[in-house]
């Protein structure tokens, strides 16, 4: 430790955004997107989170709540006022959908840390799903 960081208690560990991403994908298992089909088959929230620009140029996957990342939390809250129809439960087994993969990892921490504790992320975001030529609207 510096001289300097001794001289700031409480300074929090300083890491770089790669390993932070590491930090929070330990916490539980992504999925690909194969298997994000088969979950949503089976009952599982896909949930897009791509700003609107990228959903206007790229698609929509079909059955995805699509969340803007600034409301998730508040969309995906069961106990919350502003909750979407379908987050009817901490269960709820929630699959996270960027561009590709990184925003999502975040998204999935904090939703985790609210409880939600099936959230994941499709590894890869929207751009996996696309190019495993599975259903995109447009």
Same mark, same amino acid.
């Given at each position: 430790?510096? #001289?300097d960081d001794q001289?700031? /208690?409480g300074r929090s560990e300083q890491i770089g955004i790669d390993q932070l991403l590491d930090r929070i994908r330990a916490d539980y298992a992504r999925i690909g997107p194969e298997e994000a089909a088969v979950a949503a088959s089976e009952? #599982? =929230?896909l949930v897009d989170i791509r700003y609107a620009a990228l959903r206007? $140029?790229?698609g929509l996957i079909p059955g995805a709540l699509v969340v803007e990342r600034n409301e998730l939390e508040w969309r995906l809250d069961p106990l919350g006022s502003h909750r #979407? /129809?379908?987050a009817v439960s901490h269960d =709820?087994?929630?699959v996270v959908i960027c561009n590709e993969g990184y925003a999502s990892s975040l998204a999935v921490a904090s939703l985790r840390q609210l409880g939600l504790h $099936? #959230?994941?992320d499709l590894t %890869? %975001?929207?751009q996996a799903w696309r190019a495993a030529g599975l259903p995109v609207t447009h």
């Open positions: 430790m510096s #001289a001289a700031r /208690p009952g #599982a =929230l206007e $140029r790229d #979407a /129809p379908e =709820l087994h929630i $099936r #959230a994941t %890869g %975001g929207f």
